[in-house]
């Protein structure tokens, strides 16, 4: 998707700054701002850099991981299929460590409220069972859908952490950065839809259960897209909506009715894998 690149932080980065671009000169800024809205904006940009980009950053990590550990279990024999999914474990660890490093400062602590220190503790210690699912898979004593929840598990609490932040007392830029969140939450639907998609095509078949679970991510994406979209300004709001209107994502939606329409099959053909990862992979 082409707002792959431009993450939800460097958006909310731009709306911690607007209120300080817009400053010309120190006079304004005490006319307009008081010290204790400096300090807050200051606080809220700490909290972006320390916590809110790393633990994006880490989210990402682990949908790709977990896609990667399905289409492993889909099918371990392949040749690269181990290889590729330890270097995305080695990636995940690397961003996770990251997150533990800014998560014991002493500064990133203050700045978080009671509530929003415990959900980033609840985070890190549902991180810590990684390296039990990992020998689980590589056992191949986990199934696809017991992996996918494992990982669904670890996203979650992040989303929840990212949406409680209270960082700002604006209401307008508030319900902006929620508004992201929420898109990014959005993204996680298609992420599962995707992980789920392409290793039951590794696989050769699809069950009852495991299309009505597709199903419901599209439906799950779409209504997050819907009601986060509302709370955006006019011209990103209508960006995301000519995006999904437009040709460029046409090829995934067709190819996702298609899936769906089929029923459970032992002999998936109305999509094959390689035109999944061609119409899904860009989005």
């Known amino acids: 998707m082409r707002f792959r690149g431009k993450s939800i932080r460097r958006k ?3 709306l911690l700054l607007v209120p300080l671009v817009s400053l010309t000169g120190l006079w304004v800024f005490a006319t307009y701002i008081t010290g204790r809205q400096a300090d807050e904006l200051m606080s809220a940009g700490s909290i972006v850099e320390k916590v809110s980009e790393p633990l994006e950053d880490a989210v990402r990590a682990v949908q790709d991981e977990r896609r990667q550990t399905l289409v492993f279990l889909a099918d371990p024999r392949a ?38 220190s415990s959900r980033l503790d609840a985070i890190l210690s549902a991180v810590d069972g990684l390296e039990a699912l990992r020998e689980s898979v590589e056992k191949r004593t986990i199934s696809r859908a017991k992996a996918l929840d494992f990982y669904n598990g670890l996203v979650d609490p992040s989303y929840r952490f990212l949406n409680g932040l209270h960082t700002l007392q604006n209401v307008s830029m508030d319900k902006q950065m929620r508004a992201l969140v ?31 679970q597709i199903s419901g991510l599209v439906a799950q994406r779409e209504l997050l897209y819907e009601v986060s979209l509302e709370n955006l ?26 899936l769906i329409e089929a029923g459970p099959t032992k002999r998936p053909g109305a999509v094959d894998a390689d035109r999944w990862e061609e119409v899904a992979v860009p989005v």
């Open 12 to 14: 909310i980065v731009a």
């Open 79 to 116: 040749s690269d299929a181990l290889p590729v999914l330890m270097g995305q474990r080695a990636a995940t660890d690397r961003i996770v460590s990251q997150v533990r490093e800014n998560a014991r400062e002493q500064d990133v602590r203050d700045s978080l409220s009671a509530a929003d």
């Open 182 to 212: 929420g898109i990014s939450r959005a993204r996680e639907m298609l992420s599962r839809q995707d992980a789920l998609i392409a290793s039951g095509l590794i696989a050769g078949r699809f069950t009852t259960a495991e299309l009505r």
């Open 233 to 258: 300004p006019a011209a990103e709001r209508r960006r995301v909506e000519q995006f999904w209107g437009s040709p460029a994502t046409e090829p995934l939606r067709t190819a996702e009715d298609a």
